[in-house]
C-alpha cells in the first residue's frame, strides 16, 4: 500500500507564498506522473500542475507564471511552490502521483488547505 502525505497548507494574504510538498511512502518501485489539483469550495477539481518523472510539466492557465512544480524522484516527493496568491487560489490542494509497483496504480493524498486572506 501507498500513502501520500500533503503539508505545507495554511493561511497567507494575497500576494504571499506558500510551498506545498507531498511524500509518497510504502512499496514504491518507481513514480510516474505526480501531480496537484484542488478543489476549492462549490467547485469541482481542477487540475493545477503535473509533472512527469522526466521532469515535463504542465499547468493550468490560471496559475501559470504564479506556481512551479517540482519533484525529487529519490525521495518520492513532489512540491508546488506558490507565488503571488491569490483569493480564487483558496482550496483543499490534493497531491496525486501514478506508482509502480508491480502494476501501476492511482493514488491520492488526503488534502492540505490553503487559505488566501485579502
Known amino acids: 500500500q501507498v500513502q501520500l502525505v500533503e503539508s505545507g497548507g495554511g493561511l497567507v494574504q494575497a500576494g504571499g507564498s506558500l510551498r506545498l510538498s507531498c511524500a509518497a511512502s510504502?512499496?514504491?518501485?518507481?513514480?510516474?506522473?505526480m501531480g496537484w489539483y484542488r478543489r476549492a469550495p462549490g467547485k469541482q477539481r481542477e487540475l493545477v500542475a503535473v509533472?512527469?518523472?522526466?521532469?515535463?510539466?504542465n499547468y493550468a492557465d490560471s496559475v501559470k507564471g504564479r506556481f512551479t512544480i517540482s519533484r525529487d524522484n529519490a525521495k518520492n516527493l513532489v512540491y508546488l511552490q506558490m507565488n503571488s496568491l491569490k483569493l480564487e487560489d483558496t482550496a483543499v490542494y490534493y497531491c496525486?502521483?501514478?506508482?509502480?509497483?508491480?502494476?501501476?496504480?492511482?493514488?491520492w493524498g488526503q488534502g492540505t488547505q490553503v487559505t488566501v486572506s485579502s
Open positions: 496525486n502521483a501514478w506508482v509502480v509497483a508491480g502494476t501501476m496504480v492511482h493514488y
Open positions: 510504502g512499496i514504491i518501485f518507481s513514480i510516474n506522473g
Open positions: 509533472i512527469a518523472s522526466g521532469g515535463t510539466t
